[in-house]
C-alpha cells in the first residue's frame, strides 16, 4: 500500500515572505520564491549578522533581521503570509515560541527539516499542542555545500516536497504550501509524520551517517594521505555527502533517534551476512546480494532518470492509430511468456547453474524473476533476453522478508501457489488491481485437498496467504476447467507432496510445464488426458531457448491476415500444438497462412510463419480450438470483424477471467467502432463486413481495461479504419510486449503511444 499521496494546486501565493535561518535551504527558498512565485518582499532572519548581509548583497533577500522580535518590530505580523523555518531542528522550540508570539492572524508557517517528529515535540513543548497554520514540510534536496552562498533558485525544481500535515493542521494551511513549492516545479506528496521520519532515516540518515563514518575510519589510519591518493570513483561516489554540514546532520542524528537506529540496525544484519559470505569464500551468497542490489539500484536509476517504461500514472499511457498502412518484412516478436516464467521456476530450483536465452523482458516475466530474487535464488541478467539462473536446489528457497508482489500476472500468482505451498516458510503473493480481481479460488480449493494451508480474500481473490511447513500429499484431481495454470500450480506442487500428483484435463492446455519439467530430468508421464508425476525427485540444470511468443506473433498475423497488401514472415515462433489453435482458426477462415524452418527447440517445436493478405469469410470457431487458443481472441475477433459473415464463438467463458473480462470488453470496443455483435455467456457473435478492402471500423476511442491484449488488438484494427482509433489505458501491454509500438510501426502499423 502507497504510504504517499500526491498533492495538487494552483493557488497564487505568498505576497509576503520571510526565511528564518539563511543557510543554502533557506537561502535557495527564498531565490525560488523570487523567481517562480509572485512574492513582493522576501524579509530573512538570522542571527548570523554577516550571512544577512551576504544574502541582501546577493539579492536573495529585501532585507535582514538579527532576531524575530527584531522583524516583528520592523514589519507588520498581519502582512506576513508565509514564514519558511530554515534553522536546525534543535533550534526549533526556541523559535517557534516567538513565531507563535509575533505573527499575524492568517500568516502561515511550515518548515524544511529533515525530522517530523521532533518539530511536533517542539510545538508541544513551546505552545502546548500543534498549531493549525504549522504546516511541517521537507524538500527532499540540498547539496553538500552550505551557506547562503551556495543557494540556488532551481534547487527544488523536479524534487519531491513531502508535507506531514497532523490531525490539528488546517487544510486550507496544507493548500496553500502545497501550492508555493509546487510553483517552484517541485512534487508534492503528503506522508504521516511518523513514516517520514522512517523512510528518511533509511534513505538519508542513514547513508550519511555510513559515509562520515567510512571517511573518518581512513581518516584515522597512519597511512591515510597514502590510502586517500589512491582512493579514486567508488570512494568518492560513496562518500560525497561526507563533506555535509556536521552540525546539522549530528542535529538530524540527535533528533531522529530511533528510526536512524532501527535502520542502522537493519544495515548491520546485512553487513554482517556480507561479512560472514566473504569470511567462509561463499562466492553465491556474495552472488545472491549483489544481483539484487544491482537489480533494485537500476530499477532505481531509471525511476530517476523517468525511463522506466511505465508512466508513473499508468492510467494515462494511450495508442492512437491512423487510418492506413499494410504490414511487410521480417520479424521476431518476444520470448513466450508462459515459457519465461516456467525457465525461472525450475532453473531457481534445480541443482546447478541454467542459462536462458530468448527471455521475455515483459513486466510479467520479471515478476516472477524478482520473485525468485526475493526467495534468495542469485538470477544474473536479463540482458538482451539472456538469464543465468543459479539453482538453488527443490529445498534451498529462503522465505521472503516481505510479501512478493506479482503486478498483473495471473500466471506468476497461480504457479506459485503450488509451489510455495509446499515450502517451510510462509508467504503472501498479492498483484495489482487487475490481479486483485482474478479468481484464485480454482487453485486454493484442489491444493486446500492436498493439505496446504492458505487463505484467499473474499470470493477467493487475492493476496493468497500461504501457511508454511505443511506436509502435502499428492492426489488425483479432475480440473473442472481447461486450465494450464491450475494444472501447473498442482503439478509444482506435486514435487513435493507424498506419493503421486495426477491431473486430467477435460480438453488438451498448453503443456510447457510438463514439456520442461523432462527436459529438468524430472519423469512426467501422460495418458489420454491425465498427467501424473510422483513427488520426492530433483531437478538438474539445462540450457533453455525460448520461442517468439505466439501469443505475441498473433497480433502482426491478424494485422497481416486483415490488410490488402500485406506480406510478413515472423520468425521463430512457438507453434507447440497446445497453443496453435490461432493458426488452425485463421486457416479456417481462409487465411493464407504458411510454416517453414519447422524444428524443435529444447522440447518445444518452432516455425517460422508467414502471412499474405487475401479475403477470409466468418466461421463457426471449432470448440475443441477455444483452449489451443485461448489467449488470441481478442485479435481474432478482430480478424472476425474484417471477415465477410458471422463468426461464432461459444465454449470460451474461461476469456471473462483474463486480465479483463475479454467478451464484454472487446464486445464494447467493436460496438463502439461500429461493429455489430452479440454477447453470449461463454461466447460472442460477431457480424463481419462484407467489404473486401476498405475501412472496417469507423473511428471512435475505445478502453482496453488495463488488458494488454485488447489495447494491441485494438491497435491492429486501426489499419483497417476509417479515423483515428483512440485505445485508453495501454501501459499494461508493457507486460507481454516490450517494444510493441516500435515494432509495430516498423511494420507498417500507423500507431503512436503518448501520454493523455
Ligand atoms: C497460461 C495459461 C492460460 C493463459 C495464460 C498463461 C500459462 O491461462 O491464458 O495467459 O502460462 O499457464 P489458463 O490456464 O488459466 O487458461
Known sequence: ???????????????????????????????????????????????????????????????????????????DARDVDLIVLAVPVLAMVKVLAQVAQHRGPSTVVTDVGSCKAVLRDAAVDALGSMPPWLVPGHPIAGAERSGVRAAKADLF???????????????????????????????????????????????????????????????????????????????????????????????????????????????????????????????????????????????????????????????????????GGRVQGRARVPGDKSISHRSIMLGALANGTTHI????????????????????????????????????????????????????????????????????????????????????????????????????????????????????????????????????????????????????????????TERMLQGFGYQVSREGSTVRLQGGGQLEACDIDIPADISSATFFMVAAAITPGSDLVLEHVGVNPTRDGVIHILRLMGADLTLSNETVVGGEPVADIRVRYTPMKGVDIPLDQVPLAIDEFPALFVAAACAQGVTRLRGAEELRVKESDRIQVMAEGLQALGVACTVYEDGIDIVGTSEVTGAVFTQGCVHSHEDHRIAMSFAVAGLRAQGAIKIEDCANVATSFPGFVELATHLGLKLEAKLD
Not at 538570522?46 to 548583497?57: I, P, Q
Not at 522512517?198 to 594521505?225: G, K
Not at 589512491?230 to 546532520?249: N, V
Open 1 to 75: 500500500m502507497s504510504t504517499e499521496s500526491h498533492v495538487q494546486t494552483n493557488q497564487r501565493w505568498p505576497q509576503t515572505l520571510v526565511i528564518v535561518g539563511l543557510g543554502l535551504i533557506g537561502g535557495s527558498v527564498a531565490l525560488a520564491a523570487r523567481r517562480f512565485t509572485g512574492v513582493r518582499q522576501v524579509f530573512g532572519v538570522d542571527v548570523n549578522t554577516e550571512e544577512l548581509e551576504v544574502a541582501r548583497s546577493l539579492g536573495v533577500i529585501d532585507q535582514g533581521f538579527s532576531s524575530f522580535p527584531d522583524l516583528a518590530h520592523h514589519v
Open 357 to 512: 536465452q530468448g527471455f521475455l523482458e515483459g513486466e510479467d516475466a520479471l515478476a516472477t524473476l524478482q520473485t525468485f530474487r526475493d526467495l534468495g535464488v542469485q538470477i544474473e541478467g536479463p540482458n538482451a533476453g539472456r538469464v543465468t539462473v543459479h539453482g538453488v536446489g527443490i529445498n534451498g528457497l529462503k522465505a521472503p522478508s516481505k510479501p512478493l508482489y506479482l503486478g498483473n500476472s495471473g500466471t506468476s500468482m497461480r504457479l506459485l501457489a503450488g509451489l510455495l505451498s509446499a515450502q517451510p516458510f510462509d508467504c503472501e503473493l498479492t498483484g495489482d488491481t487487475s490481479l486483485s480481481k482474478r479468481p484464485m479460488g480454482r487453485v486454493a480449493e484442489p491444493l486446500r485437498l492436498m493439505g496446504a494451508q492458505l487463505e484467499t480474500a473474499e470470493d477467493g481473490r487475492p493476496p493468497l496467504k500461504l501457511k508454511g511447513g505443511t506436509p502435502l500429499k499428492g492426489m488425483h484431481y479432475d480440473l473442472p476447467m481447461a486450465s494450464a495454470q491450475v494444472k501447473s500450480c498442482l503439478l509444482l506442487a506435486g514435487l513435493w507432496a507424498e506419493g503421486e500428483t495426477s491431473v486430467t484435463e477435460p480438453a488438451p492446455t498448453r503443456d510447457h
Open 157 to 323: 525544481c523536479q524534487h519531491k516536497v513531502i508535507v506531514t500535515p497532523t490531525a490539528e493542521t488546517d487544510p486550507q494551511a496544507v493548500d496553500q504550501v502545497s501550492a508555493f513549492w509546487a510553483s517552484m516545479d517541485a512534487e508534492v506528496l503528503s506522508m504521516a509524520l511518523e513514516r517520514h521520519d522512517q523512510v528518511l532515516a533509511q534513505t538519508s540518515h542513514l547513508p550519511h551517517l555510513l559515509a562520515f563514518s567510512l571517511v573518518d575510519t581512513l581518516a584515522r589510519q597512519d597511512e591515510r594521505c597514502e590510502i586517500f591518493r589512491y582512493a579514486a570513483g567508488g570512494f568518492r561516489d560513496f562518500t560525497r555527502i561526507a563533506a555535509s554540514d556536521p552540525t546539522m546532520w549530528r542535529d538530524i542524528f540527535l533528533a531522529n533517534r530511533s528510526a536512524t537506529l532501527d535502520a542502522l540496525d537493519q544495515f548491520l544484519e546485512g553487513v554482517y551476512r556480507v561479512r560472514e559470505a566473504v569470511a567462509t569464500g561463499d562466492g553465491d551468497a556474495m552472488m545472491t546480494t549483489f544481483t539484487r542490489a544491482k537489480s533494485a539500484r537500476d530499477y532505481f536509476t531509471a525511476l530517476l532518470n523517468k525511463t522506466a517504461y511505465q508512466p508513473m500514472n499508468k492510467q494515462d499511457l494511450v495508442f492512437i492509430t491512423t487510418p
